[in-house]
Nanobody, 122 residues
Framework: QVQLVGSGGRLVQAGDSLRLSCTAS????????MGWFRQAPGKERRFVAH????????YYADSVKGRFTIFRYNAKNTVYLQMNTLKPEDTAVYYC???????????????WGQGTQVTVSS
């Protein structure tokens, strides 16, 4: 079992930056690829970014490419999502998740954090 606790979400203004964190406990953190997803009100949960076990490889949704950066510190069992130039359409609950392989498919992730709310005002 892996327990994930996400944090860092809050109300910000358009153009601001925000960093989300997700700390893992339980099994070996570096055994898992990590992903971030988000879910806006009334919409499906959507892929945002993923990162490989050692952090060398990353991949982003087109909607966040160039603005968001995913990175991890395995020594701290933590994955981060640095979000810059935030837009109102980035408003959502953000979830971190752990998977055996890096993928954009939510169904492939075995463990999920509880979600953290990000609200971007215009």
């Amino acid at each position: 079992q892996v327990q994930l606790v996400g944090s860092g979400g809050r109300l910000v203004q358009a153009g601001d930056s925000l960093r989300l964190s997700c700390t893992a406990s339980g099994r070996t953190f570096s055994d898992y690829a990590m992903g971030w997803f988000r879910q806006a009100p009334g919409k499906e949960r959507r892929f945002v970014a993923h990162i490989s076990w050692g952090g060398i490889s990353t991949y982003y949704a087109d909607s966040v490419k160039g603005r968001f950066t995913i990175f991890r510190y395995n020594a701290k069992n933590t994955v981060y999502l640095q979000m810059n130039t935030l837009k109102p359409e980035d408003t959502a609950v953000y979830y971190c998740a752990a998977s055996e392989t890096p993928t954009t498919q939510a169904l492939a992730y075995d463990y999920w954090g509880q979600g953290t709310q990000v609200t971007v005002s215009s």
